[in-house]
């Protein structure tokens, strides 16, 4: 008999954020799911992507993770893990492309129809955010502004600074890419039907940046199974990443075991 393809995972980060900032995360899932493998493409614009110009639509970020993984020989279907801007991409690839994803777990993400503008990212973050996507100040105190606004915990950022200072250096976006992904974010609207693939939603109860209300209000519209985090803010990988593949695995084993619908 025919061996069956292991379960590919694919991590995909969020504004302004490379592959490498999901800290701890994807090694954790990889020791979890031993039989899967575990892949972070960065989307274009950022990571090892940043000479690339940032697409102004979701969908066309879609259309970017599609062609490099095929071109790694990394074929479909796909599990998306997925936060922030990032969930964006994979609910509009699951919503494209369906034969392609095969479950989806989505992080502290925001979208159309779904949530006002105002909840989406809330107004108190506006000027910071928008200082961190576009300021030429110095690294250190750029990061220190961005960790500010995702992380809850103090012992977390502190530990992560350095590591996303070098990030920054190393591969640094550019202010007109930063500005293409907001704008793309901003632009997008996912579909109102929910995901054939089963559908996790994972929130961050105290998250600063977007309003816990708009991943309630996904997990409503769409029927999915979902799970609140007391203390992490938005960056919840870095905040709380055992505790998201503990969820993770926590979920497969009651699909697995037929006691939830999706």
Same mark, same amino acid.
Request: charged share 20%; hydrophobic share 50%.
């Given at each position: 008999?025919?061996?069956?393809?292991?379960?590919?995972? /694919? $991590?995909?980060?969020?504004?302004?954020?490379?592959?490498?900032?999901?800290?701890?995360?994807?090694?954790? $899932?990889?020791?979890?799911?031993?039989?899967?493998? /575990?892949?972070?493409?960065?989307?274009?614009?950022?990571?090892?992507?940043?000479?690339?110009? +940032? %697409?102004?639509?979701?969908?066309?970020?879609?259309?970017? =993770?599609?062609?490099?993984?095929?071109?790694?020989?990394?074929?479909?279907?796909?599990?998306?893990?997925?936060?922030?801007?990032?969930?964006? &991409?994979?609910?509009? !690839?699951? +919503?494209?492309?369906?034969?392609?994803?095969?479950?989806? &777990?989505?992080?502290?993400?925001?979208?159309?129809?779904?949530?006002?503008?105002?909840?989406? $990212?809330? %107004? #108190?973050?506006?000027?910071?955010?928008?200082? #961190?996507?576009?300021?030429?100040?110095?690294? %250190?105190?750029?990061?220190?502004?961005?960790?500010?606004?995702?992380?809850?915990?103090?012992?977390?950022?502190?530990?992560?600074?350095?590591?996303?200072?070098? $990030?920054?250096?190393?591969? %640094?976006?550019?202010?007109?890419?930063?500005?293409?992904?907001?704008?793309?974010?901003?632009?997008?609207?996912?579909?109102?039907?929910?995901? &054939?693939?089963?559908?996790?939603?994972?929130?961050?109860?105290?998250?600063?940046?977007?309003?816990?209300? =708009?991943?309630?209000?996904?997990?409503?519209? !769409?029927?999915?199974?979902?799970?609140?985090?007391?203390?992490?803010?938005?960056?919840?990988?870095?905040?709380?990443?055992?505790? &998201?593949?503990?969820?993770?695995?926590? !979920?497969?084993?009651?699909?697995?075991?037929?006691?939830?619908?999706?």
């Amino acid at each position: 008999m025919e061996a069956l393809p292991e379960p590919t995972w /694919v $991590l995909l980060r969020g504004l302004i954020r490379e592959s490498r900032h999901w800290g701890a995360l994807p090694g954790l $899932l990889a020791r979890a799911l031993p039989a899967s493998r /575990v892949l972070c493409p960065d989307l274009p614009g950022n990571g090892l992507r940043n000479h690339e110009p +940032s %697409p102004t639509r979701i969908e066309a970020m879609v259309e970017s =993770c599609r062609a490099a993984l095929k071109l790694g020989g990394h074929a479909p279907p796909y599990r998306l893990l997925a936060m922030s801007l990032g969930g964006m &991409v994979a609910a509009s !690839w699951a +919503s494209a492309y369906p034969a392609e994803v095969e479950a989806l &777990v989505l992080i502290n993400t925001s979208m159309r129809p779904f949530s006002p503008f105002y909840r989406r $990212l809330r %107004p #108190a973050s506006y000027a910071r955010l928008l200082r #961190a996507a576009t300021a030429s100040a110095e690294l %250190p105190a750029r990061e220190t502004l961005i960790l500010g606004l995702v992380s809850n915990s103090a012992a977390r950022r502190a530990v992560a600074l350095p590591a996303w200072v070098a $990030l920054a250096r190393q591969n %640094p976006v550019t202010r007109r890419n930063a500005l293409r992904q907001l704008l793309a974010a901003a632009r997008f609207r996912a579909s109102p039907a929910p995901p &054939v693939a089963p559908t996790l939603v994972l929130v961050s109860q105290q998250d600063r940046l977007v309003s816990p209300a =708009c991943s309630h209000a996904l997990a409503r519209a !769409w029927g999915t199974a979902l799970a609140s985090h007391p203390a992490a803010g938005h960056d919840l990988a870095l905040d709380d990443a055992p505790w &998201v593949v503990g969820e993770v695995m926590a !979920w497969l084993e009651r699909r697995s075991a037929g006691s939830i619908a999706r």
